[in-house]
Every structure is written in structure tokens, then in C-alpha cells.
């Protein structure tokens, strides 16, 4: 069974300064997808980042990369210049082709807290 | 805005009553997962149907039941309700693999308060 470890419950930041979240996952499988979701006060779960796991290249969408290490089966989430606004929660998640759906597995999440 | 659809917004309701939640996934998605979120807690995973058919199962509890119909939409009845039931439900759909965005796509959420 695959599951998601992310180590850190919670973690606190300076405005302007550069964080990172961890999460580790478990799996025997060769073809996946990592994403990490942004859950905000408000609640709503956000897309923050995907990759391809037959990517080598760490993705990257504005303020926010991936530092992917498949052999280590480590994804973690790098979030510069934090501001405000990036607090939340984080989940990791893992996404495998099972027969033919996809079956997801999530971690239990970080609460990021950027203060001013 | 996911596309997807969730109502109602917000339920109260008393204990030992039976609620049914609604969800809509995005156009063309065939996948639906529905969660359970009590405060600052992760997503409880409940049950996942693909094109109308259950396919995972999770923690879910004997008194929740779900179901997927040929349109797609989803729904969730909870019964015998307990006050530990309160907590946000969330939907989430996804497309059939092999489509480029395969992410889940979240729901507003369903805010069930159980008195």
C-alpha cells in the first residue's frame, strides 16, 4: 500500500523568507504523480504544483518548486519570498494509475503559518 | 472555480437524522472521491466511484452510504447522525488517466453541523 509522510504538523515562517515542506511517500510503483494541495482559511483546496514522476526536471510555478528525489522517494515543497497569503495548509499527495483509474493518497498535512 | 459543484453550502441538522449531500463533478470527469474534514484535521478519505461504479473504498462508517448515476453526479447520505459527524465533506473529481490534468479537482464543500 502506498502512503504519504509528511513530517512536520506545523511550521512558521518570516514574511519575505524562503520555507520548505516535506513529505516522503512509499511506493514499488515506477509511473506517478506527486501534487501538493494549498488549503487556505477559507478552506478550499487548492492546486499548488504537480509532477511527472518520469520527470527528472523539479517543476516550478512562480514562488513555488518542487525539490523531487525519486530515489529517495522525497518530494518536498520550497516556497520563497513567503508572503501572508501562503498561510495554510499543505497536503501532499501521490496518484498512481490503478487498473484504469487513478487512485490518490494523501498525506496529513502541514499548517504553514507566515507572520509579518 | 474547480467546477465542481457541491450543495448544500452549509447543513445543520440534529442527531439521529439522515442528510444526503450532492456533487457534481467537473464536465467530462469520470471519477469522484469524497472526503471527510473535521477541524485542523487531514482529509479522511470515504469512498471513490469511476463512471458509476465504486472502486475505493476508505474509513468509512456503515451508516454513510454513497452512490454515482449515469449523469455522473455523486451523492453521500449520512444517517443516524452523530454529533462527531460535523465536519467539512468534500468532493473531488478527476478526469479518466491518460488526460494531461489528472489532479483532483476539490469541491467548495459540504459544512455539516450535527446538534
Known amino acids: 500500500a502506498q502512503t504519504v509522510t509528511q513530517s512536520q504538523p506545523e511550521m512558521s515562517v518570516q514574511e519575505a523568507e524562503t520555507v520548505t515542506l516535506s513529505c516522503t511517500y512509499d511506493?514499488?510503483?515506477?509511473?506517478?504523480?506527486l501534487f501538493w494541495y494549498k488549503q487556505p482559511p477559507s478552506r478550499q483546496m487548492i492546486l499548488v504544483i504537480r509532477q511527472e514522476a518520469y520527470k527528472q526536471q523539479n517543476a516550478t510555478e512562480n514562488r513555488f518548486s518542487v525539490n523531487f528525489q525519486k530515489a529517495a522517494k522525497s518530494f518536498s515543497l520550497k516556497i520563497s519570498d513567503s508572503q501572508l497569503g501562503d498561510t495554510a495548509m499543505y497536503f501532499c499527495a501521490f496518484m498512481k494509475l490503478q487498473y484504469n483509474f487513478n487512485k490518490f493518497y494523501f498525506g496529513s498535512g502541514t499548517k504553514l503559518n507566515v507572520k509579518p | 472555480d474547480s467546477g465542481v459543484t457541491q450543495t448544500p453550502k452549509h447543513l445543520i441538522t440534529a442527531t439521529g437524522q439522515r442528510v444526503t449531500l450532492r456533487c457534481s463533478p467537473r464536465?467530462?470527469?469520470?471519477?469522484v472521491y469524497w472526503y471527510q474534514q473535521s477541524l485542523d484535521q487531514g482529509l479522511q478519505f470515504l469512498i471513490q466511484?469511476?463512471?458509476?461504479?465504486?472502486?475505493a473504498k476508505g474509513n468509512i462508517l456503515e451508516r454513510f452510504s454513497a452512490q454515482q448515476f449515469p449523469d455522473l453526479h455523486s451523492e453521500l447520505n449520512l444517517s443516524s447522525l452523530e454529533l462527531g459527524d460535523s465536519a467539512l465533506y468534500f468532493c473531488a473529481s478527476s478526469p479518466a488517466p491518460g488526460t494531461f490534468y489528472n489532479e483532483q479537482f476539490f469541491g467548495p464543500g459540504t459544512r455539516l453541523t450535527v446538534l
Open positions: 464536465s467530462g470527469d469520470l471519477s
Open positions: 466511484y469511476y463512471n458509476g461504479e465504486e472502486r
Open positions: 511506493t514499488s510503483e515506477n509511473n506517478y504523480y
